[in-house]
T-cell receptor, first 116, second 115 residues
Framework: DAGVIQSPRHEVTEMGQEVTLRCKPI?????LFWYRQTMMRGLELLIY????????DSGMPEDRFSAKMPNASFSTLKIQPSEPRDSAVYFC??????????????FGEGSRLTVL | AQKVTQAQTEISVVEKEDVTLDCVYE???????LFWYKQPPSGELVFLIR??????QNEISGRYSWNFQKSTSSFNFTITASQVVDSAVYFC????????????FGTGTRLQVFP
């Protein structure tokens, strides 16, 4: 079975450029999460969707960040304009609802972003 | 507020040694879930275990075992007879009972197993 697929795996860009990270969740999963991992702050939840609807975006750092989920099989995280402090590994994860209970997350391999 | 503390930043052991990774959590929820994830050098996080707050039985899966103690708010992870392939960063995480609850991660413990 295919897991969560993220692209690109690595992105190097210059400050001020637009960055788009992509995610394909596991088929049948109705929750999708975007996390950011840095040495300083560890793993931070940026935003999550349920049935393609953004539920909690309180972790999005600022207006330069936006996320969309146009359908059940695709989501994007966009940074415009990018800044060096955005350099991090961005993970996408998906899960499925088990009644009302918290299910485990299935993570993609991450997109390593470097902003010069 | 919910919080997960993994006080051990890095642990180094030699193969075949047993090693315990500590996890202490804080929560006001009476029902909650605890998780362990492994992040190998390849980068992806791999789910290892989920426990709910009502089940304090220790769990064993092969060389892995988990000790959940509500009295000390701890959910420690032990690897018996460690192997080089166990080298990774291990994250403990906490969540409330519902899908709308955020998963709060600890800062991780980097385990290096030397041959």
């Amino acid at each position: 079975d295919a897991g969560v697929i993220q692209s690109p795996r690595h992105e190097v860009t210059e400050m001020g450029q637009e960055v788009t990270l992509r995610c394909k969740p596991i088929s049948g999963h109705d929750y999708l999460f975007w996390y950011r991992q840095t040495m300083m702050r560890g793993l931070e939840l940026l935003i999550y969707f349920n049935n393609n609807v953004p539920i909690d975006d309180s972790g999005m750092p600022e207006d330069r960040f936006s996320a969309k989920m146009p359908n059940a099989s695709f989501s994007t995280l966009k940074i415009q304009p990018s800044e060096p402090r955005d350099s991090a590994v961005y993970f996408c994860a998906s899960s499925f609802q088990q009644g009302l209970l918290t299910g485990e997350l299935f993570f993609g391999e991450g997109s390593r972003l470097t902003v010069l | 507020a919910q919080k997960v503390t993994q006080a051990q930043t890095e642990i180094s052991v030699v193969e075949k040694e047993d090693v315990t990774l500590d996890c202490v959590y804080e929560t006001r929820d009476t029902t909650y879930y605890l998780f362990w994830y492994k992040q190998p050098p390849s980068g992806e996080l791999v789910f290892l275990i989920r426990r709910n707050s009502f089940d304090e039985q220790n769990e064993i899966s092969g060389r892995y075992s988990w000790n959940f103690q509500k009295s000390t708010s701890s959910f420690n992870f032990t690897i018996t007879a460690s192997q080089v392939v166990d080298s990774a960063v291990y994250f403990c995480a906490l969540s409330g009972p519902y899908n709308t609850d955020k998963l709060i991660f600890g800062t991780g413990t980097r385990l290096q197993v030397f041959p």
